[in-house]
Structure formats: C-alpha cells, structure tokens
T-cell receptor
Framework: KQEVTQIPAALSVPEGENLVLNCSFT??????LQWFRQDPGKGLTSLLL???SQREQTSGRLNASLDKSSGRSTLYIAASQPGDSATYLC??????????WGAGTKLIIKP | SQTIHQWPATLVQPVGSPLSLECTVE??????LYWYRQAAGRGLQLLFY??????ISSEVPQNLSASRPQDRQFILSSKKLLLSDSGFYLC?????????????FGPGTRLTVL
C-alpha cells in the first residue's frame, strides 16, 4: 500500500533564503507526483505535476524533482518571500488513480 | 474556464443534526468528482469519488454519504452528525478518464460539530 511522507512537518526561514521541501513514497510504481499549495482555511492549488517519465518540472521560482527509484521528490523554492507562506502537500495516484497524500509541510517565511 | 464552488464556507452544527454540503463544477462535462476531509495537521482523506451520475464509491466506512444527482453536482450528507465529523471538507474535480491529470479543488467547508 502506497504511503507518502513529508519532512519536515513545519519549517520557518527568513525571507530570501532558498529552501527544499521533501516528499517520499513507498511504492516507486507511480504515474506522476503532484505538489499542491494550501493557504490557511482555503482549498488546494496545484503547483507542479511531474509525470513518471520526467525528472523535474519548473514554474517560476519553484522547481520540483522526482527520483522514482529512491521514492523521493523535492520541491525547491528559490528566493523565498512572505507570500510563499502556506502548507505544501505532495500526492501520488494509486493503482485506482486515487491520490495518496502526504500530511504536508507548513512553511513560514519571516519578513 | 472551469470553476468549482462549495457552500457553505463554514458551518456549526449540533451533534445529531443532519448535514448537507454542496459542490458544483462549471465549464466542464463528465468530471470525476471527489469529497475529501482534512483533519488538523493531517493529510487529506478521500471520502467519496464519482465517475458519473449516480455512481458513488466510498473509500472508508463512516457516518457520511454522497450523491451525484446531476453531472456537475456532488453532495455530501449525513443524517446525524457526530463530534468526529468536524473537519475541513474539500470537493475536487478532474477530467474524466485522464489518469495523469491533476485535481482541482474548491474553497472548502469548515464544519464544526458541537
């Protein structure tokens, strides 16, 4: 059974720093991996989707990498800003195409 | 463009009362529809998903039920709420049959059962 883990659970850094969020999964036979952002009390917004055949995806200051063999993905945020403060979740679909979710990393960027 | 709506945004209900949360999607046809619950500090738990009108799959046994009376309408219900039903409920949709696409989420409903 697929399990998704995100470390750390929370992270607080000063504005301007580059940072890395981690996501690991137990079953490497995935179709894709997705990163989402959730602001407090809000729904989720898709940030990046990496297909199983891809190694990374980039969107602006965000870069997500995927290493299927080791069961890991990282979300790299460059030059962090206070507006990046949110909870970041990763998810992978199971064999029935239902998403299996990590518990998220709560990120706080201090001005 | 596609949009997804949920209401109400917040709800406070007494234990034992009924529940009805509604989700509607605009701008697409035949979407897959999902209901999730998110407890504080935890990941999303899939409650129900639907691939078509009247077709509902339940992921976990619970005090809740779901219905899809129309193509783009998904309703989450309960006859008698429990304290443990409190949480943040999210509705989502994805294109039918596209296993590698993302899911698009509504704004959520915060339910507090007292």
């Amino acid at each position: 059974k697929q399990e998704v883990t995100q470390i750390p659970a929370a992270l607080s850094v000063p504005e301007g720093e580059n940072l890395v969020l981690n996501c690991s999964f137990t079953d490497s036979a995935i179709y894709n991996l997705q990163w989402f952002r959730q602001d407090p009390g809000k729904g989720l917004t898709s940030l990046l989707l990496i297909q199983s055949s891809q190694r990374e995806q980039t969107s602006g200051r965000l870069n997500a990498s995927l290493d299927k063999s080791s069961g890991r993905s990282t979300l790299y945020i460059a030059a962090s800003q206070p507006g990046d403060s949110a909870t970041y979740l990763c998810a992978v679909p199971d064999s029935n195409y239902q998403l299996i979710w990590g518990a998220g990393t709560k990120l706080i960027i201090k001005p | 463009s596609q949009t997804i709506h949920q209401w109400p945004a917040t709800l406070v209900q007494p234990v034992g009362s009924p529940l009805s949360l509604e989700c509607t999607v605009e701008g697409t046809s035949n979407p897959n529809l999902y209901w999730y619950r998110q407890a504080a500090g935890r990941g999303l738990q899939l409650l129900f998903y639907s691939v078509g009108i009247g077709q509902i799959s339940s992921e976990v046994p619970q005090n809740l039920s779901a219905s899809r009376p129309q193509d783009r309408q998904f309703i989450l219900s309960s006859k008698k709420l429990l304290l443990s039903d409190s949480g943040f409920y999210l509705c989502a949709w994805s294109p039918l049959g596209v296993s590698t696409d993302t899911q698009y989420f509504g704004p959520g409903t915060r339910l507090t059962v007292l």
